[in-house]
């Protein structure tokens, strides 16, 4: 795992791999979201999800999938910095 990687347990107690990309904007950053699958998504300094760039299932291929329920646990870490 790449060191700027970091991981959480989420409530269903599955791990997911946070890993940010870039900033795209003064208050947004682009991340890969892990777990069954990866989201990259871009998140505002506030928790929002401002865009979802691309979605893979769990091979890595390009798949149209819904974000987790989980994944609000995930982003309002954002918020927190």
């Known amino acids: 795992m790449p060191a700027d990687s970091h991981t959480m347990e989420v409530r ?4 997911v791999t946070i890993r940010p990309i ?3 904007g003064e208050d947004v950053v682009r991340v890969d979201i892990e777990a069954d699958g990866v989201w990259r998504l871009d998140i505002t ?3 929002e999800i401002a865009d979802i760039v691309t979605t893979r299932d769990a091979d890595g291929t390009l ?3 819904e974000l987790p329920e ?3 646990e995930v982003t309002a870490k954002f918020a927190q910095f």
């Open 12 to 15: 269903s107690g599955e791990e």
């Open 63 to 65: 798949a149209d999938r």
């Open 45 to 47: 300094r506030e928790g």
């Open 22 to 24: 870039k900033p795209v």
């Open 70 to 72: 989980w994944i609000d």
